[in-house]
C-alpha cells in the first residue's frame, strides 16, 4: 500500500517551487496567518526573544547523524529564545512514545519529531492535538495522522536518483559495455523515506536494468526482500554474506545501491573481508549521511560515494519553522504535493542534498566546517 502510494506522486512538480502554506489548513489549528508568500528565511529566524517550549524527539543517539540533528537543533532553537526538551529513543517506538507523552505532559507548545516508526504515533498525536499542541515531522514522514502540521527533510527521492546517476557514471552505463552485476538493497520499511530513496534511485537505473546492461544476480528487487528492518549494519552485513555466498563464488560483482551508511558499512565490511577492495576490485557501494566511518572509508577506496545530508542546515530550518508557527508568520515550505501521510498532504520544506566522492571531500566537508581535517586524516 504504503509503495503504490509513494509512486503516485509527481517528482517534477515539486522541484523549486516555493510556495508558503496557509497556516488555518486543514489539521486543525489555527495560528492566525492566511495565504502570505515568503522568500526562504526572515528577520526572526535566529534572533533571541523568542518564547516558547519546544519537545524535540529524535530516534536514538545509535546512528551518527540523530545525535548530530537533535544537539544542532537544541543550540539553534536555545540560541532562538526557546526552551528545549530534547530525547533520544534508543530505536525503541515505545520508549518514544513514552518520551512525547512526557513532553505532551510537561506543557510543550510544539513538539518536533523524527519518529522511528512513522505508523506508530497516532495516538500520541491525538493527545498532542487535544493539547494544542502543533507537530513537525522531521527527516522522516509521521504517517496515518491529520495533525502532523508540517514536515521538515532533505529531498528523499532526490537522495535515490543521485546514487542512481552516480552508479551510471562510475559504471559508465549506456557506453555499450557490461552487463555489469548489481545487488539492490533498501532502508527500513517501516520508514517512509526508505520507499522515497529506492524509488529515486530505481527512477534512473531501472531502465538499465530493463536493457540488460544492469543484472540483479540474485533477481531481488523488491523493497521486502531487500529492504533491512531498523537500518542495521549488522543486517546489512548478513544480507551482503549471504548474497556473495549464493550468487558470487564465480561471479563478478560490480556494484552494490546502498541507501545510507549505515548499511554500506555492513555491506563494504561483507565485501572486505572476502578479499574485494584488496585481491578482488572493490564494487561502487553508494551512501547517504556522510558519516565519519564512512567518509574516512571513501578516502581509503572502500565506499565510493556518500549522500552528505548537511544536519546543520536541517535544523536550521526546524528552527525556523518553529519560530513562523509559534509567531503566527508565514510558514516557509517548498513543496506542498509530495508528502502524502494516508490521511493527508503535509506541507513540507526540502533542504539540498551534496554528492561527496574522494575528489570533494575536502571542500563539502572539510571547509565547511563539518569534519576537521584531522578527523578525516587529512591533515
Ligand atoms: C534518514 C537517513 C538515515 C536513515 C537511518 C532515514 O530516515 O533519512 O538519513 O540514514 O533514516 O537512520
Not at 149 to 157: G, I, M, P, Q
Not at 222 to 245: E, F, Y
Not at 309 to 331: F, S
Request: with cysteine.
Amino acid at each position: 500500500m504504503k509503495k503504490i502510494l509513494m509512486t503516485l506522486f509527481s517528482f517534477t512538480a515539486l522541484l523549486f517551487i516555493l510556495v508558503a502554506c496557509d497556516n488555518n489548513g486543514d489539521n486543525g489549528y489555527d495560528n492566525g496567518d492566511e495565504n502570505g508568500y515568503e522568500e526562504n528565511g526572515d528577520d526572526n529566524d535566529t534572533a533571541e526573544g523568542n518564547e516558547g517550549f519546544v519537545g524535540v524527539s529524535m530516534p536514538s543517539l545509535a546512528l551518527e547523524r540523530w545525535e548530530r540533528d537533535g544537539t544542532q537543533m537544541e543550540a539553534n532553537l536555545i540560541a532562538a529564545g526557546f526552551t528545549v526538551d530534547l530525547q533520544f529513543a534508543q530505536d525503541d517506538v515505545a520508549t518514544q512514545i513514552n518520551q512525547i507523552e512526557n513532553m505532551i505532559t510537561a506543557g510543550v507548545d510544539i513538539l518536533v519529531v523524527a519518529p522511528i516508526d512513522g505508523e506508530t504515533l497516532t495516538g500520541v498525536l491525538e493527545s498532542a492535538h487535544a493539547q494544542g499542541i502543533y507537530v513537525i515531522a522531521y527527516d522522516r514522514l509521521i504517517m496515518d495522522s491529520e495533525y502532523v502540521s508540517y514536515y521538515v527533510t532533505f529531498d528523499n527521492f532526490y537522495v535515490g536518483v543521485t546514487q542512481g546517476n552516480f552508479l551510471v557514471d562510475a559504471l559508465g552505463l549506456g557506453q555499450g559495455d557490461g552487463p555489469f552485476n548489481i545487488e539492490l538493497f533498501g532502508g527500513s520499511p517501516d520508514d517512509n523515506n526508505a520507499f522515497f530513496f529506492f524509488e529515486g534511485a530505481m527512477s534512473v537505473l531501472q531502465e538499465h536494468i530493463d536493457s540488460g546492461e544492469l543484472n540483479v544476480v540474485s533477481g531481488q528487487t523488491d523493497m521486502m526482500q531487500i529492504g533491512i528492518l531498523g537500518w542495521g549494519t549488522a543486517d546489512a552485513q548478513v544480507r551482503m554474506d549471504n548474497l556473495l555466498s549464493a550468487y558470487y563464488s564465480d561471479t563478478e560483482l560490480h556494484a552494490v545501491l546502498s541507501p545510507n551508511d549505515s548499511l554500506a558499512l555492513g555491506i563494504v565490511s561483507s565485501l572486505e573481508n572476502l578479499g574485494f577492495g584488496d585481491t578482488l576490485p572493490m564494487p561502487v557501494v553508494t551512501g547517504q549521511d556522510g558519516d565519519l566511518a564512512n567518509v574516512q572509508s571513501i578516502l581509503a577506496g572502500g565506499q565510493a560515494m556518500t549522500v552528505f545530508k548537511d544536519t546543520r542546515v536541517l535544523a536550521e530550518a526546524a528552527t525556523r519553522m518553529v519560530t513562523e508557527i509559534l509567531n503566527g508568520e508565514t510558514v516557509t515550505v517548498n513543496d506542498t504535493e509530495t508528502y502524502d501521510n494516508n490521511v493527508r498532504v503535509v506541507p513540507t520544506f526540502l533542504a539540498e542534498v551534496f554528492t561527496v566522492t574522494a575528489d570533494n571531500v575536502y571542500e563539502i566537508l572539510v571547509e565547511s566546517g563539518f569534519y576537521t581535517a584531522e578527523e578525516l586524516g587529512l591533515d
